[in-house]
T-cell receptor, first 114, second 109 residues
Framework: EAGVTQSPTHLIKTRGQQATLRCSPI?????VYWYQQALGLGLQFLLW???????NRGNFPPRFSGRQFPNYSSELNVNALELEDSALYLC?????????????FGPGTRLTVL | QKEVEQNSGPLSVPEGAIASLNCTYS??????FFWYRQYSGKSPELIMF????GDKEDGRFTAQLNKASQYVSLLIRDSQPSDSATYLC?????????FGAGTTVTVRA
C-alpha cells in the first residue's frame, strides 16, 4: 500500500513569491494535516483538513492557507514568502475517526526562501 | 509553558543497553499519545501509540502512560545502532497533535 506522497521534494522561492505544496494521503484516509518543521523549532501544527473542510488551524498567519480536494488530496499555499518560512513542510494523513487517530507522515517538501 | 516537553538530550547509550525517554504534557484532556522516530533528513515514523494508563509493549519498545502525572515514556531495550535517531513525543488534544522538541538518541557500538 502506498504511503503519503508529497510534491515537490524541494522548492526554492524568493521573498514575496507564493509557494504551492501538494500532498496525497494514504488510500482510505480522509484527514490531511500539515506541519512545519523549521530548524531548531520542532514540528508545528499548521492545518487540518477532513472531508474537504478546514477543521483546525495552528498559530500561523493567514498567508498560510490550503484546501482539500474531493479525492482527499491537499494543497498548502504560502503567500508573500518570508525568509523564516524556510523549513521542511510535512503532510500527514489519518482515517479521520477521531482524537485517537494515528497520523502517518509523507517525506516532506523542503522549502527554501532566498 | 510548552504543551509537550521532553527530556533534553542528546542521550548516549551503549549497544545492548536500555534507552529511557520521558515526556510530560500540559493538557489534562489529552487523549492519545504517540512516539515517532525521525532519522536525520527524514520524516517522522510512528513507532508506538498508547491511549490507556499502564504499559504497552511492542517488540523492543515499551510505552508507559500515567495520566494522573501527565507523563508518558518510551523504553528501548537492547538498543541497536539503528535506533540512533531523534524521538518525538506527540500528544493529541482537541484534534490537534502537539509535538515535543524531541530527544536525540545515539547508540554507541
Amino acid at each position: 500500500e502506498a504511503g503519503v506522497t508529497q510534491s515537490p521534494t524541494h522548492l526554492i522561492k524568493t521573498r514575496g513569491q507564493q509557494a504551492t505544496l501538494r500532498c496525497s494521503p494514504i488510500s482510505g484516509h480522509t484527514s490531511v494535516y500539515w506541519y512545519q518543521q523549521a530548524l531548531g523549532l520542532g514540528l508545528q501544527f499548521l492545518l487540518w483538513y477532513d472531508e474537504g473542510e478546514e477543521r483546525n488551524r495552528g498559530n500561523f498567519p493567514p498567508r498560510f492557507s490550503g484546501r482539500q480536494f474531493p479525492n482527499y488530496s491537499s494543497e498548502l499555499n504560502v503567500n508573500a514568502l518570508e525568509l523564516e518560512d524556510s523549513a521542511l513542510y510535512l503532510c500527514a494523513s489519518s482515517t479521520g475517526q477521531g482524537a485517537r487517530d494515528e497520523q502517518f507522515f509523507g517525506p516532506g517538501t523542503r522549502l527554501t526562501v532566498l | 509553558q510548552k504543551e509537550v516537553e521532553q527530556n533534553s538530550g542528546p542521550l548516549s547509550v551503549p549497544e545492548g543497553a536500555i534507552a529511557s525517554l520521558n515526556c510530560t504534557y500540559s493538557d489534562r484532556g489529552s487523549q492519545s499519545f504517540f512516539w515517532y522516530r525521525q532519522y536525520s533528513g527524514k520524516s517522522p515514523e510512528l513507532i508506538m501509540f498508547i491511549y490507556s494508563n499502564g504499559d504497552k509493549e511492542d517488540g523492543r519498545f515499551t510505552a508507559q502512560l500515567n495520566k494522573a502525572s501527565q507523563y508518558v515514556s518510551l523504553l528501548i531495550r537492547d538498543s541497536q545502532p539503528s535506533d540512533s535517531a531523534t524521538y518525538l513525543c506527540a500528544v493529541t488534544y482537541d484534534y490537534k497533535l502537539s509535538f515535543g522538541a524531541g530527544t536525540t538518541v545515539t547508540v554507541r557500538a
